[in-house]
């Protein structure tokens, strides 16, 4: 089969490798039919975060299930799903824990296309067929009612962005409703979903960011805009607050944004380790600080529940890419970019 390799910076390609085969009863074989750039992956074109070459890439994607092992139940050929993005077992004590992320059967950080970061390489999805070694516990069938290319990214970044406000839902929706804000610090697709689920939830939003196709996209999913070059100072501290541009600086000022008692969610990587946080500040207001990788299988339902709900996420996508063009496409992404096929 073919699969997509990252040989250089700037430069992607077709590679042949053997195909995946079924070896255990629980495994599955899954068609990707539409894939998309993970904010990572963009990170990754543009020097941001440099690999090695050699790997296969692709990690965000649904697919359809092509052949499954005599153990296998919660999914039959045929059938649409979503592939999350790390691989779990999902019997182990962190998977009954729903912290996915970490299954303590394999080796940490287990996933699929980022094979220099991976603990264990499950392949890219930009390939012919990708292997799901636990299909009962990872693969989440979706209806045919749901457009493929708009939940390209449930594998990882929608349910980064959910994660940012998912889990406080209820604490806002117990606040005088002119106390029911987030303020959301964008860059690339993670803001933005996080944008998404926060109006969806009848929640205000001030997106903040540079770009203006972002603040464009922002504004259609229900936002009030603000661009970073033209600093509003009026704000007030918000409840929740959402970082997600990986710049420390806004980090900080993301954190000093928050309410007493509130919560900041931040879902940057910082390479430099030596960041600075306001802790004195953060502490005499009980400032709640969440960082880490989302475990993305135990939210995927929740976050489908709410896509069923009216929750509408086209903005987000940037681009629609035929497969075949995926060589020279992937090397240019700036946005969230969907790759499809038949």
Request: aromatic fraction near 6%; charge should be negative.
């Amino acid at each position: 089969m073919r699969q997509l390799t990252f040989e250089e910076a700037g430069r992607y390609a077709w590679r042949d490798v053997a195909d995946p085969e079924i070896t255990e009863p629980q495994q599955a074989l899954v068609r990707p039919l539409a894939v998309a750039c993970c904010d990572l992956d963009v990170a990754v074109v543009h020097g941001r975060l440099p690999m090695p070459p050699g790997h296969a890439v692709g990690h965000e994607g649904l697919g359809e299930v092509v052949a499954v092992g005599d153990g296998v139940s919660g999914v039959r050929v045929g059938d649409r799903v979503v592939v999350p993005f790390q691989i779990n077992c999902g019997h182990c004590r962190e998977c009954r824990r729903g912290v996915t992320g970490s299954c303590g059967s394999l080796p940490m950080m287990a996933m699929y296309g980022m094979a220099p970061l991976a603990g264990l390489d499950g392949g890219g999805f930009m390939s012919d067929l990708v292997l799901v070694p636990y299909a009962d516990a990872m693969l989440i069938p979706v209806s045919d009612a749901v457009d493929l290319t708009a939940v390209a990214s449930l594998s990882d970044n929608i349910p980064d962005g959910w994660r940012a406000v998912g889990p406080y839902r209820a604490e806002l929706a117990g606040l005088d409703p002119a106390d029911r804000r987030v303020l959301v610090v964008g860059r690339l697709s993670i803001g933005l979903y996080a944008t998404a689920f926060a109006a969806a939830l009848g929640f205000h939003v001030d997106y903040v960011d540079t770009n203006s196709d972002r603040l464009a996209a922002a504004e259609k999913l229900g936002a009030a805009v603000h661009d970073l070059a033209k600093p509003d100072k009026s704000w007030d501290p918000y409840p929740v607050t959402v970082h997600t541009s990986g710049d420390s600086a806004l980090l900080a000022a993301s954190l000093r944004a928050t309410w007493p008692d509130g919560v900041c969610t931040d879902t940057g990587i910082y390479p430099q380790y030596n960041v600075e946080m306001p802790l004195l500040p953060m502490y005499t207001r009980g400032v709640r600080f969440v960082t880490g990788r989302v475990s993305a299988r135990a939210v995927i339902p929740e976050i489908l529940d709410v896509l069923a709900g009216g929750c509408d996420l086209r903005p987000v996508v940037d681009r629609v890419v035929p497969w075949e063009d995926a060589p020279s496409a992937w090397p240019a992404m700036n946005g969230k970019t969907v790759f499809t096929r038949a």
